[in-house]
């Protein structure tokens, strides 16, 4: 299985202000994961930094898929780029002042999986909330990673 990111032009994390990547490796099965990970409706209830989630005609994320969601204080308007089942999932996020690429892989392992996620950013709020925040993406991603897993 490729386990590379595949950015798409311009969000590569050479030419982005902001790059963030977090990994767990859990005993928790890839399909479980995934469920949870595409119920997009449902992350607020386990990442606290998510809200007001809402996927163009219900139900959960699939390829195409756009949604709306407020997470670390913005709105923004998403779209799923890429859709693997159980393996990867990523979406381009828009909203004032920040464009976003967010993407994760999922790997079986003997025990499990291993959850990685990374993260682009450009946009003036982004690089402002960097400098002021400078690890908060990454807690609070970690925090997301840890509740996929549990």
Known sequence: MDDAI?????????????????????????DIVWARLVHANGWPTIYANASHVKVEGGGDLFAGA??????????????????????RI????????????????ITPTASGCTILTEETQHGLVARSGRLIFPNRM?????????????
Request: aromatic share 14%.
């Open 6 to 30: 595949r950015w798409p032009r311009g969000f590569e994390p050479a030419v982005s202000p902001v790059h963030v990547i977090n990994r767990i490796d859990t005993a928790t099965p890839p």
């Open 66 to 87: 756009r949604f709306t969601w407020k997470t670390f204080g913005i709105a923004l308007e998403s779209e799923v780029k890429e859709f693997v089942p159980e393996t």
């Open 90 to 105: 990523a979406w381009l996020a828009t909203g004032i002042g920040v464009q976003a690429y967010h993407a994760w892989l």
């Open 138 to 150: 990454e807690r609070w991603h970690q925090k997301w990673l840890e509740a996929l897993a549990a």
